[in-house]
């Protein structure tokens, strides 16, 4: 009978519970899975219909099971559906793409955004039920006051965010990755610690009804991987 712990170490292991699957098993659970997030599409038009609390908790939780350097988890994720607070993060966050779209986007950059419709108005950060704030902690504070850093933060933050985004669209919502910039902002009206700055900002919730999205391609599978037999 295998050991359900061991010690390496000093530190405690438990066994790992692999289901195994057989061939046939995943090419399905595969396919699958590819044809629903295939589905996926970010939306900028949001019906204000209620979402449960407690399903953002649960796609938040399953944000945090990503991977990180050394297990230190360096994210926050700030769960909003105050109103007032939502309007005032909309105000602070179009003044930043008023600023982007007028002074700092060139010609380039405005023609590959024309095929998607978004301009420097950002409604959703109101109409949208909820807004999820990810924030990085690229370091923490240590008993005595001291400041420790942590590793791979972005990496680890990224990874949090695509598996948040995953969830969303698991739990049958809707989100858009939204960052404006710069995000000082979000900070200051959360009133978050200085270990803690904004990294992404996603509106969740469901779509408005009806809803027309981009006709957009995604690159086939010769164009994003490379296999070495």
């Given at each position: ?13 438990i066994?790992?519970?692999h289901?195994?699957?057989s ?5 399905q659970?595969?396919?699958?899975f590819?044809?629903w997030?295939?589905?996926r ?18 796609i938040?939780?399953?944000?945090s099971?990503?991977?990180s ?10 769960a909003i559906s ?9 105000l602070?966050a179009?003044?930043?793409e008023?600023e982007?779209y ?5 010609e380039?950059?405005?023609n590959?955004l ?5 301009d420097?108005?950002?409604p ?8 999820i704030?990810?924030?990085?902690r690229p370091?923490?504070y240590?008993?005595?006051g ?6 791979y933060v ?5 990874l ?9 669209h698991n ?7 939204h960052?404006p910039?710069?995000?000082k902002?979000?900070t200051?009206?959360?009133?978050r ?9 996603l509106p969740v919730g ?7 999205v981009?006709?957009l ?13």
């Open positions: 009978m295998n050991k359900k712990d061991i010690n390496i170490d000093g530190f405690r292991h066994l790992y519970q289901r195994s699957l061939n046939d098993q995943m090419q659970k595969s396919e699958d590819y044809d997030m295939n589905q599409r970010s939306i900028r038009e949001f019906s204000d219909k209620n979402v449960p609390k407690s399903v953002i908790e649960n938040i939780k399953t944000a099971t990503a991977p350097g050394a297990h230190k988890q360096p994210w926050t994720f700030c105050n109103k007032d607070l939502k309007h005032q993060i909309r602070a179009e003044a930043e008023k982007t007028e002074n700092r986007m060139g380039r950059w405005k590959d024309a095929p998607i419709a978004t420097m108005y950002k959703f950060l109101e109409i949208a039920p909820w807004l704030i990810a924030c990085k370091y923490e240590k008993d005595d001291s400041k420790v850093n942590n590793y972005n990496e680890s933050v990224g949090a965010c695509g598996m948040l985004i995953t969830a969303i739990a049958g919502l809707v989100t858009l990755t960052t910039s710069p995000m902002f979000l200051r009206l959360l009133k610690p200085e270990n803690e700055r904004a990294f992404l900002l469901y779509p408005k009804q009806p809803v027309f981009p006709d391609k995604r690159k086939d599978l010769n164009e994003v991987a490379v296999f070495y037999e």
